[in-house]
């Protein structure tokens, strides 16, 4: 073999893998979540969220309202809620199962709601059905059933 084939081929293997972790590094935030603007305001929003988990038989066992924990220690942002939502028959399937329970700290699932400087609202959430695909079937199938669920939760809300 050529060295000098030898080394162009080396060079072009680390170059381009250097290229691909730059552009995934880039990229990751848009990947790894979904950002939609919601077509209602922000109370709105929130209130429709609540509203359809629970007609899609979901529940919101906590509400985080990020802006007033962070003005009780003098910071003022512009409204930012982080809403979890459950559904309890698919987290038995996980929490049942102590070879599953590793996913628990991604669990409920949750979905913020946020105002912008430009006076829209923002909902957005962690990519669960890219992140499922890492998974065995059971995590996989779970979290693409919760996904799509929450889709659905959240179509009554997005634009």
């Not at 919601?38 to 509203?51: P, Q």
């Amino acid at each position: 073999m050529n060295v000098k084939v030898f080394l162009s081929g080396l060079t072009g293997l680390i170059l381009g893998s250097i290229a691909t972790l730059i552009v995934l590094y880039l990229a990751a935030p848009s990947i790894l979540f979904i950002e939609n603007e919601s077509r209602l305001g922000y109370s709105e929003t929130i209130a429709a969220i609540h509203e359809s988990s629970r007609a899609e038989g979901w529940i919101i066992p906590k509400q985080y309202k990020l802006d007033l924990s962070l003005a009780k220690a003098g910071y003022e942002i512009l409204p930012v809620s982080v809403i979890e939502l459950c559904k309890p028959e698919h987290a038995y399937k996980i929490l049942s199962e102590d070879e599953y329970r590793l996913v628990s700290s991604m669990m409920p699932c949750r979905v913020a709601v946020y105002e912008k400087a430009d006076g829209s609202t923002v909902v957005s959430r962690m990519n669960t059905g890219l992140i499922s695909r890492v998974f065995d079937k059971t995590v996989r199938d779970v979290m693409a059933t919760a996904t799509q669920e929450t889709n659905q939760i959240l179509s009554a809300v997005e634009r």
